[in-house]
């Protein structure tokens, strides 16, 4: 069961593509994502792109060089701020 409250009802809602859990009775406890389209979970989180969206964008630079020149310098800036950390 996990960290649900026993024997307390759960609502479910939708709202932009995301599915949201919160208790009937337990207004001080909000909602929370259970699920949805991932593109809108992804955003909901705070992500940039869901992974679909990541292997379209990678996709495309094998078709536009400017996006593929972009990417290339996008990876190399995360190659080097990885090593710093």
Same mark, same amino acid.
């Not at 979970?41 to 989180?45: E, G, S, Y």
């Not at 310098?73 to 701020?81: A, E, R, S």
């Given at each position: 069961m996990?960290?649900? +409250?026993?024997? %307390?009802?759960? +609502? !479910? %809602?939708r709202a932009d593509g995301?599915?949201?859990?919160? !208790?009937a009775n337990k207004p001080e406890i909000k909602r929370w994502i259970i699920g949805g389209d991932p593109g809108a979970?992804?955003?909901?989180?705070g992500e940039l792109l869901d992974y679909s %969206?990541? @292997?379209?964008l990678c996709n495309l630079c094998e078709e536009h060089p400017i996006l593929k020149k972009q990417m290339d @310098?996008?990876?190399?800036? !995360? !190659? +080097? +701020?990885k090593e710093n950390n």
């Open positions: 996990g960290d649900l +409250i026993p024997n %307390e009802t759960l +609502i !479910y %809602e995301i599915v949201y859990a919160r !208790y979970v992804a955003r909901a989180q %969206e990541w @292997k379209m @310098k996008l990876v190399t800036t !995360y !190659y +080097i +701020i």
